[in-house]
């Protein structure tokens, strides 16, 4: 089993940061050469790709290119994500997502709400 935990989330004004983190426990084997994607999901809206790291391949979503950033921290097995400049559009539950021997498994989610 796979345990994914996000945590960072909350509130806050339009240009403002927040870092979310992603911790991964459990039989996940080599963590850093796991793939792991922060996803987000507005009210509406069918959930989107973020931002991606494999290895030493990193991809985002255009919205969020020069703000976003996700990076590894294998001493505590977790991917975080720092957002900054944050807009209003950016509001949504942003969820990680790995892929472990052909599964795939999904964190409960947080919160990112971006006042204007």
């Known amino acids: 089993q796979v345990q994914l935990v996000e945590s960072g989330g909350g509130l806050v004004q339009a240009g403002g940061s927040l870092r979310l983190s992603c911790a991964a426990s459990?039989?996940?084997?080599?963590?850093?050469?796991?793939?792991v994607g922060w996803y987000r999901q507005a009210p509406g809206k069918q959930r989107e790709l973020v931002a991606a790291i494999s290895g030493a391949f990193i991809n985002y979503a255009d919205s969020v290119k020069g703000r976003f950033t996700i990076f590894r921290d294998s001493a505590k097995n977790t991917v975080n994500l720092q957002m900054n400049s944050l807009k209003p559009e950016d509001t949504a539950v942003y969820y990680c997502?790995?892929?472990?021997?052909?599964?795939?498994?999904w964190g409960q989610g947080t919160q990112v709400t971006v006042s204007s």
């Open positions: 997502r790995i892929a472990v021997r052909g599964y795939e498994y």
């Open positions: 459990g039989s996940i084997g080599i963590f850093d050469l796991k793939p």
